[in-house]
């Protein structure tokens, strides 16, 4: 992470957000074809996103498309979030090609990568790509112009591909929405449970269980004395609390079925962001 665009440059720390260890390693699951995150804001899926990418640079080298809701966007990130960060990591910056590259075709040993908007059907090309990364899906445009939507031709470019994988991330906006439909027809969908400090049973968090104390009227007072009701035991749990509950948090399937799941779908709203406290 570097300092122009983190709050907390330096190497990476799972430990902070260790609801993202269980998405990123199912990138390197032989079984797992297709990640799908649907999530809130601040919770670190572009950095999830950024992750995979230098894993596929540095371990696993082999043509990508990362697309963003638009061309402006995937320069920005290219200029500002993805070439800072393989230069500053010894094992990518090794592997990349500065001087073949351009702001959206980054060039790397034994693979390229290539950034898209979706507002751009053309910047798709006919390229064959083994890693499709899609970020923000609900961002993009309803169809790319004439052709079919940005989502289904990116799809297309790894055909060829046996071993391919594809991850979609976003922030939902409607039920009718990419992340939403992507995230009801996976094969599994997989919620963050954590403990409660006081019984230690296992829940999810959930908005009707943030409250404040009933005599306060002031919007800013209430944000400030906002706390959690535990779904069982009905004690209070408060902003100190979080960090050791998503430690011992762990996600759990609402799968039923012993067939191996291609597609796996994770779920994750704002209340569990480190950075964002109950209020």
Known sequence: LDEKTSAVPGKWQTSRTPYLQEIMDAFTHPAIEEIIFCKASQIGGTE???NILAYIVAQDPSPTLLVYPTLDLAEFASSNRIQPMVTLIPETAERYSGKDS???ELQFA???LALSGANSPASLSSRPIRY?????VDKYPAN????????SLARERTKTFHNKKIVMTSTPTLQTGAIWQAFESADERRYFYVPCPHCGSLQILKMANIRWPKDVKD?????DKAYYVCDVCQEVIR????QDMLQKGRWISDKTSGRVSLRVAFHLSSIYSPWLTFG
């Open 239 to 242: 902003d100190h609390h979080k």
């Open 144 to 151: 790319a112009g004439k052709e079919a939507d940005l989502i």
């Open 48 to 50: 999830a996103i950024l």
């Open 102 to 104: 351009k702001t959206l």
């Open 132 to 136: 499709l990364l899609l970020d923000e």
């Open 110 to 112: 034994g693979m390229y």
């Open 219 to 223: 919007p800013a007072e209430a944000k």
